[in-house]
């Protein structure tokens, strides 16, 4: 598969100029990421998965891009990701660390990217170079581009504190600016399963955008709280007239249909930022213009 914008038109025939004309349009971006990250002298392998690999992708569909990074560096390129996303492809969020994607020994990125009027999902996955060999052989993603590999491989060193550093991010616990970022990127994921009519995915994202909303709620009025999850929740938080409030307006949530139509989906969100602004207004704050350019995409979505 080609990524580059160079394919001579004139020599297609018709019914490659037809394939031509309906390609993805993703690929489009997928060409400048490929462009961009193979100029990163830390960045060794660019794979792409999921639907564009397999040819079956549609107008919604993710860009699922695998990033192979020395071990020693890979803690630089997380900590630069963001402003390369934002910079290079006008990412609308923070990137968001993807708890849901399965451990292929690196850590996964969700960014939300402009693209001819929608926000497109660019799933990307960095990667140690030292595990990456493994990572092929488990999911079998397409090459796209591979740069010149010394054969000499990282010291144990690098290796270890590679290791460490992605555990320990991972374990970290988001605060409400985090989880905000989270809410609009589980939304963005749910609206699209419904718009497929992919209910069972659509149920398990609900009930992360559920998970967002009580860890809003517990991280901004119990932030040091020993217990996780559900657990102790009620004794928690109902200590205030906030926290009761807090907790009623869960419950709703929890009570409505488990399959959302995009309406509700909607309204999940909303109460979420209904909530943070009362909470945690230093979040919503700090995060305004990403939330207001995020509804204003979802609004132009919703009138495509």
Same mark, same amino acid.
């Given at each position: 598969m080609t990524t580059t914008s160079t394919t001579?038109?004139?020599?297609?025939? =018709?019914?490659?100029?037809l394939a031509y004309a309906h390609r993805p349009s993703q690929l489009t971006v997928l060409a400048d990421l490929v462009q961009t990250l193979s100029g990163v002298p830390a960045v060794t392998q660019l794979l792409v998965r999921g639907s564009l690999a397999t040819g079956t992708a549609d107008r919604l569909s993710d860009v699922d891009l695998v990033v192979a990074v020395t071990d020693e560096r890979l803690l630089a390129l997380m900590g630069s990701l963001d402003a390369v996303m934002s910079t290079e492809f006008g990412a609308l969020l923070p990137g968001w660390r993807d708890t849901?994607?399965?451990?292929?020994g690196g850590a996964g990125f969700v960014y939300l990217l402009p693209h001819d009027g929608h926000?497109?999902?660019?799933d990307l996955y960095l990667c140690p170079d030292s595990a990456v060999d493994a990572l092929r052989r488990r999911i079998g993603p397409r090459l796209l581009w591979q740069g010149t590999r010394t054969g000499t491989g990282p010291d144990a060193r690098a290796r270890t504190e590679a290791s460490a550093e992605l555990a320990r991010t991972a374990a970290a616990p988001a605060?409400? !600016?985090? @989880?905000?970022?989270?809410?609009?990127? @589980?939304?963005a994921m749910l609206r699209k399963r419904v718009l497929r009519g992919q209910e069972y995915i659509a149920y398990g994202l609900l009930h992360h955008l559920h998970e967002t909303c009580r860890d809003v709620i517990r991280t901004a009025l119990v932030p040091h709280s020993r217990h996780h999850g559900w657990?102790?929740? =009620?004794?928690?938080?109902g200590?205030?007239?906030?926290?009761?409030?807090?907790?009623?307006e869960l419950t709703d949530a929890l009570s409505g249909p488990p399959v959302p139509t995009v309406v509700q989906a909607d309204q999940a969100l909303?109460?979420?930022?209904?909530? !943070?602004?009362?909470?945690?207004?230093h979040a919503v704050t700090a995060?305004?213009?990403?939330?207001?350019?995020?509804?204003?995409?979802?609004?132009?979505e919703g009138q495509a």
């Open positions: 001579s038109r004139a020599a297609l025939s =018709p019914l490659e100029e849901i994607v399965g451990d292929l926000l497109l999902q660019l605060d409400c !600016s985090t @989880l905000l970022v989270q809410a609009m990127v @589980l939304h657990y102790h929740l =009620p004794d928690e938080v200590r205030t007239a906030i926290g009761r409030e807090c907790l009623a909303e109460r979420i930022v209904r909530l !943070s602004g009362r909470i945690a207004p995060l305004a213009d990403e939330i207001t350019a995020y509804r204003a995409y979802q609004s132009q």
